[in-house]
């Protein structure tokens, strides 16, 4: 599978915006997606997981209640919606799939977001 993030950009602290990432293959309902991001001078750090079918979604702490995962499996399409975004939350997202494992084997190009003080 092969993945493609886009929606990043610049957004003042409080604001929102959502993020999509598109996939191509005709598996793409078979796959769990994550999303993961990297600060500058971090390391890349997870944000969320969605389920294959959707109905189970993980979070982490940094951004419970305020993200939210969703995908659509008609149109191979995940996406987050960030919302009340914090400067801290400055980073490349990227996308991710994995079919079997722990591991997220497949990554695609990450999409740039700047929050604003």
């Given at each position: 599978?092969?993945?493609q993030?886009?929606?990043?950009g ?78 801290e ?29």
């Amino acid at each position: 599978v092969q993945l493609q993030a886009s929606g990043g950009g610049l957004v003042q602290a409080g604001g929102s915006l959502r993020l999509s990432c598109a996939a191509s293959g005709r598996t793409f309902s078979s796959y769990t997606l994550g999303w993961f991001r990297q600060a500058p001078g971090k390391a890349r750090e997870f944000v969320a997981r969605i389920s294959e079918s959707g109905t189970t979604t993980f979070y982490a702490d940094s951004v419970k209640g305020r993200f939210t995962i969703s995908r659509d499996n008609a149109k191979n399409t995940v996406y987050l919606q960030m919302n009340s975004l914090k400067p801290e939350d400055t980073a490349v997202y990227s996308c991710a799939a994995r079919d079997v494992g722990i591991y997220f084997r497949y990554w695609g190009q990450g999409t740039e977001l700047t929050v604003s003080s």
